[in-house]
């Protein structure tokens, strides 16, 4: 008998672009049209984006409004044991970047005091538009939420972060 394929979809490559994406076509720069998306931050953006009940831990702490969130995403196997990897594992965010890039849907720019800063092509922009159905409508809406933390430091988001970690979910 042939057993069927467990798919995480937490893992799936072209889910986790289109999250990419997404964090980039909405955050990459403010209202003022200053680049603020480095490595550091997508990585803390994606970490928190994906995580929905930690992302509203996060945005109480920062004093800013939280989101509402379904029961389908606060009970999860990722919400009740939160899987730090995502946070550490650059190699998995790079490889993204460089998947993005090679598809021209990403450029980046070199400062001096930020380091690289990221942002989306018109050819990015354009796919991105075309992420409308499913599970990233949802996660617009948490990077809608999460666009009130786009002004922090990396090391002040992490500092969010690791004060939940250390209070627990």
Do not use: C, W
């Amino acid at each position: 008998m042939n057993k069927l394929p467990f798919i995480q979809p937490e893992r799936e490559l072209h889910y986790n672009l289109g999250i990419l994406l997404l964090i980039l076509g909405s955050l990459a720069q403010t209202s003022r049209n200053k680049k603020v998306l480095t490595i550091d931050k997508i990585q803390s953006f994606y970490f928190l984006v994906t995580k929905p009940s930690f992302l509203n831990k996060v945005l109480m702490l920062a004093n800013k409004r939280q989101i509402a969130i379904d029961d389908v995403d606060y009970y999860t196997v990722d919400t009740l044991s939160v899987n730090l990897d995502e946070l550490f594992d650059r190699e998995r965010l790079l490889i993204m970047i460089k998947i993005l890039s090679s598809k021209k849907y990403l450029s980046s720019e070199y400062s001096s005091s930020e380091g690289f800063l990221f942002e989306l092509t018109d050819a990015g922009k354009y796919i991105v538009s075309k992420l409308e159905s499913g599970y990233f409508r949802k996660i617009k809406l948490f990077i809608k939420q999460l666009s009130s933390l786009q002004s922090q430091s990396p090391s002040k988001l992490n500092g969010y972060i690791n004060t939940v970690l250390k209070q627990g979910m």
